[in-house]
């Protein structure tokens, strides 16, 4: 599974024209479900992702987690963080999940986040989004549970 977090002041979904999702200052989590990929391994991502020091604490060090910080979190799908583009000029999504799998793993990984965090907003699975985000810092991490 693959994340790739961005700290965000403000981040939005919009379907159709219209804004279906929206927070404030927390995370962005564009969210990859690979193949083979099982709850354990959005449970691992989720540990480390709650309590990863990426927030500034009052001196401007990256120093805070979400945790500490009661940031908000937009969650979601992406499939294309299995993007394989080593042959040729077209990629290959062969690395991700099945559909039916990824959703599956993408509701599990929004629940965790969930049990923990006030205001969590979600994409809509499968659909076709803009998303819009100010990045702060900007700071954006990947995290990948093969290396985790």
């Known amino acids: 599974m ?3 977090v961005q700290r965000v002041t403000r981040a939005s979904v919009t379907i159709g ?3 279906t999702a929206r927070i404030g200052a927390g995370y962005l ?3 990859g ?3 083979g990929d099982t709850p354990a391994e959005a449970e691992r991502l989720w540990s480390k992702l709650r309590d990863l020091r990426i927030m500034e604490d009052d001196e401007g060090r990256v120093n805070r987690s979400l945790m500490d910080t009661a940031g908000d979190v937009l969650v979601v799908s992406q499939f294309t963080l299995y993007a394989n583009c080593r042959r040729g000029r077209r990629p290959s999504f062969t690395d991700a999940a099945s559909p039916d799998l990824a959703r599956e793993l993408y509701e599990y990984f929004v629940d ?3 049990r923990d965090v006030e205001r969590v907003r979600t994409g809509t ?3 076709d989004m803009g998303v819009e985000l100010v ?3 900007p700071f954006t991490v990947m995290l990948d549970t093969a290396e985790l």
């Open 112 to 114: 965790l986040v969930r």
């Open 135 to 137: 990045n702060d810092g």
């Open 17 to 19: 024209g219209e804004v």
């Open 29 to 31: 989590v564009l969210l």
């Open 125 to 127: 699975f499968a659909a």
């Open 33 to 35: 479900v690979g193949e």
């Open 2 to 4: 693959r994340a790739l």
